[in-house]
C-alpha cells in the first residue's frame, strides 16, 4: 500500500525490462505480482509529475497484465472504454518514461489514440463506445478470415450509457468472437446512478456471497452473453484462469470483474471521487504565483442555479453524471427532489429535460459542450421543433488545454446556430455569465449560455441582471478596426484595442446577432475584426459574415479563431498561442489584415 505519492523515481527493475509486451509474455506467472507493484509505484511517481487520470488506472493495474499476458497484442484487439484508466496499458507498451509527458505539448495523448502506438486499437476519449468499436473490430476480421481476440475493457459507470447497450444487442445476434470485461468499481467520475448501478452494486454482494453471480449473470445472459464472474480483479490466481476460459470459449462472452478504484494508494481508495485526477505536485521549495484562488466559471453557474431554485420552484437541475464538474454539489443537496443525475446519458438528459418542460417545470440541463454533441438529435427534435423551455448551461467551452482534442468544446456554436429558435449567448466574465444565464432562464424557448473551463478574470459578481436580447455592450470607442468579441477573450482583445484606438465591442448574443451595432460601425471602421475561443468555420464570426453578405456592407472581415484542425493538448495558454488568440496573435492577425488592405 502507498500513502503519498512519491517524488523521487520509484526502482522499478522488472518494470524496466518491459519495453513490449511480448518481454512481459516471457515472464513467469509468479513475477506478475511483483511487477503490478513495480507498476503502480511508477504510476503513482509519473502522474505525480504530469498531472492527470490515474483513479482508474490504479484499479485496473493487474487487469491490465493480465490481457497483455494473455493476449498477442497488437494482432489480437484491446479496446479500452474512456481511457481514463490507459496509463497502465501505456507503460507497458513502449511508453514507460513518454508518460512524463502525458497531457504536455507534444507529448502522449490523455486516452488511447491510433496514431501514437500500435496498441492502441480505437481512439477513446468519450464513454461507451467501446463495446460497439470492438464488434466492428471482430466483425471485420471474420470476414477477412483473420484469427485474433478481440476484447473491449468498459467500467460500471459507461454501461449506463444506451450505446453500450445497443451494441450488447447487436453482437448477441452477429454471434461474434468477442469478450466484454465489465470492470466494476461501483464508480464512473462521480459516484454511479441509476438502475442499472444500483442493479450490479446489489447483486454483486449477493453474488459474493454465495459465489454464484446467477441474479446478475441473468441480465446479460438474456441478452446472449455467456456470463462469467463476479471475479477479484486484483487477483492474478483468481483473475488469469477466468480470462483465459473466457478467451477460448466461442461467442459473446461478458466477464464480470471487480476492481477498486485508486487501488494500493491510500488516499485514492478514501476519496476515489477526489482522487479521479489530480495536478502535477509542485517542488516544496516553489513559490505560488497567486495565494488568492478565483472562483471557476462552474462554480459561478452553481451559485447562481441555487439562487434561482430558491426563487422558483419550478427549476430543476439535470446534469449526465458530472455532478462535481458542473459545481452541482450544493443544489442536490439543497433541492434534492429538483435534482437529476442521469449518469452517463446525455441523450436521455435532454429528452427528460424536454418532457418537464411540457409540464411547466424548467429545466437547466448541465452538460460539457463536448458531451453535448452526443445529444444533438434530441436537441433539435425534442426540444427545439417543439419550441420548449430549457436552459443549455453548456461548461467546457472552447479550447480546454491538456485534455486534447477529444474534450475540445469547439463545436457548440456551430451546430447551435442552425436551429431555428435557438437563442445562444457567450459570456465575457463571471458578472456577465450570471447576466445570461438569467437572461436564458427567463427566454421562451430554448437557451444556451457557454462558459469556458476554469476560472475567469476575477470580476466581483452581483445578483444577476438579465439582458435585453441581442443587445451587445460597447467597451471602447475606437476607429479603422472594430473588434467584435464574443466570450471570455475580451481581455486579449482588449490589450489590442486599447494599444492601438480600435473599437471594442462584448458582443454578448450569437443568436440573435446585435446588428444594430454593426449598421452603425460599418460607416466608420474599414475593418470588422471577430474574436471566438470557438472553431472559425461556422462559428460567431460566420454569423456576422453572413449578415454583412445579406445587407451588401464592403467591410473587410477578419474571422479569427480555432483552425480548421485538430488542436492537440497541451496546456490552454498554449492551444491560444497556436491558434493565434493571445494577445500577440490577435494584434499580428490585425496588422496583416490592414497591410493586405493597402
Not at 490515474?54 to 479500452?80: C, K, M, Q, S
Not at 477466468?242 to 477498486?260: V, Y
Not at 492537440?568 to 488592405?597: F, M, T, V, W
Request: hydrophobic letters at 40%.
Amino acid at each position: 500500500m502507498f500513502y503519498e505519492i512519491p517524488t523521487e523515481r520509484p526502482v522499478t527493475p522488472l518494470l524496466d525490462t518491459i519495453a513490449d509486451p511480448a518481454l512481459l509474455r516471457l515472464l513467469p506467472e509468479e513475477k506478475l505480482s511483483e511487477l503490478a507493484q513495480e507498476l503502480r509505484a511508477y504510476l503513482l511517481y509519473s502522474v505525480g509529475k504530469t498531472g492527470g487520470h490515474f483513479g482508474a488506472g490504479l484499479g485496473v493495474v493487474e487487469l491490465t497484465i493480465a490481457l497483455h499476458y494473455l493476449l498477442r497484442t497488437p494482432d489480437d484487439h484491446l479496446i479500452w472504454d474512456v481511457g481514463h484508466q490507459c496509463y497502465p496499458h501505456k507503460i507497458l507498451t513502449g511508453r514507460r518514461e513518454a508518460l512524463q509527458t502525458i497531457r504536455q505539448q507534444d507529448g502522449l495523448a490523455p486516452f488511447p489514440r491510433q496514431q501514437e502506438s500500435k496498441f492502441d486499437d480505437f481512439g477513446t476519449g468519450h464513454s461507451s463506445t467501446s463495446i460497439s468499436a470492438a464488434l466492428g473490430m471482430a466483425l471485420a476480421d471474420r470476414l477477412l478470415g483473420k484469427e485474433s481476440r478481440t476484447v473491449a475493457v468498459i467500467g460500471d459507470g459507461a454501461m449506463t450509457a444506451g450505446m453500450a447497450f445497443e451494441a450488447l444487442n447487436h453482437a448477441a445476434h452477429t454471434g461474434a468472437d468477442l469478450l466484454v470485461i465489465l470492470n466494476d468499481n461501483d464508480m464512473s467520475i462521480s459516484h454511479n446512478e441509476g438502475g442499472l448501478a444500483t442493479y450490479l452494486s446489489k447483486n454483486l454482494k449477493d453474488a459474493l456471497q454465495d459465489n454464484m453471480g446467477e441474479t446478475t449473470a441473468a441480465l446479460f445472459e438474456a441478452l446472449d452473453f455467456h456470463y462469467s464472474g463476479p471475479v477479484d480483479g486484483h487477483d492474478f490466481e483468481l483473475l488469469l484462469p477466468a480470462l483465459q476460459r473466457s478467451l477460448n470459449t466461442p461467442g459473446p462472452q461478458f466477464l464480470h470483474i471487480t476492481t477498486r478504484k485508486g487501488k494500493g494508494f491510500e488516499p485514492a481508495e478514501k476519496d476515489p471521487v477526489g482522487y479521479h485526477a489530480i495536478t502535477k505536485i509542485e517542488p516544496v521549495d516553489s513559490k505560488p504565483v497567486n495565494t488568492v484562488k478565483k472562483p471557476k466559471f462552474a462554480n459561478i453557474f452553481g451559485s447562481w442555479i441555487c439562487e434561482q431554485a430558491a426563487t422558483d420552484p419550478r427549476t430543476v437541475a439535470i446534469t449526465p453524471a458530472m455532478s462535481e464538474g458542473s459545481d452541482l454539489i450544493e443544489f442536490s443537496q439543497r433541492f434534492s427532489e429538483r435534482y437529476f443525475d442521469v449518469a452517463i446519458a446525455e441523450q436521455h438528459a435532454v429528452t427528460l429535460a424536454a418532457g418537464m418542460a411540457c409540464q411547466g417545470i424548467k429545466p437547466v440541463v448541465a452538460i460539457y459542450s463536448t458531451f453535448l454533441q452526443r445529444a444533438y438529435d434530441q436537441l433539435i427534435h425534442d426540444v427545439a421543433i417543439q419550441e420548449l423551455d430549457l436552459l443549455l448551461a453548456i461548461d467546457r467551452a472552447g479550447l480546454v488545454g491538456e485534455d486534447g482534442a477529444t474534450h475540445a468544446g469547439c463545436y457548440d456554436i456551430s451546430f447551435l446556430r442552425c436551429i431555428p429558435g435557438m437563442l445562444i449567448m457567450t459570456p465575457s466574465d463571471e458578472q456577465e455569465l450570471r447576466n445570461l444565464l438569467q437572461t436564458g432562464y427567463d427566454f421562451t424557448g430554448p437557451a444556451a449560455v457557454r462558459y469556458p473551463r476554469g476560472s475567469g478574470c476575477g470580476t466581483a459578481t452581483s445578483t444577476a441582471q438579465p439582458v435585453t436580447l441581442g443587445c451587445s455592450r460597447t467597451i471602447i470607442n475606437g476607429q479603422k478596426v472594430a473588434i467584435l468579441n464574443f466570450g471570455v477573450l475580451l481581455p486579449q482583445a482588449r490589450e489590442v484595442a486599447e494599444k492601438f484606438g480600435y473599437s471594442l465591442i462584448d458582443m454578448r448574443f450569437v443568436k440573435p446577432l446585435d446588428t444594430a451595432v454593426i449598421d452603425k460601425i460599418v460607416d466608420s471602421h474599414s475593418l470588422l475584426v471577430t474574436i471566438e475561443d470557438h472553431t472559425i468555420k461556422g462559428g460567431a464570426g460566420s454569423e456576422v459574415s453572413e449578415y454583412l453578405h445579406s445587407q451588401m456592407y464592403c467591410n473587410r472581415l477578419l474571422n479569427l479563431g480555432v483552425a480548421d484542425r485538430w488542436i492537440e493538448h497541451s496546456s490552454r495558454e498554449q492551444q491560444l498561442h497556436e491558434c493565434g488568440l493571445d494577445q500577440a496573435g490577435i494584434e499580428q492577425s490585425i496588422k496583416q489584415a490592414l497591410e493586405n488592405q493597402i
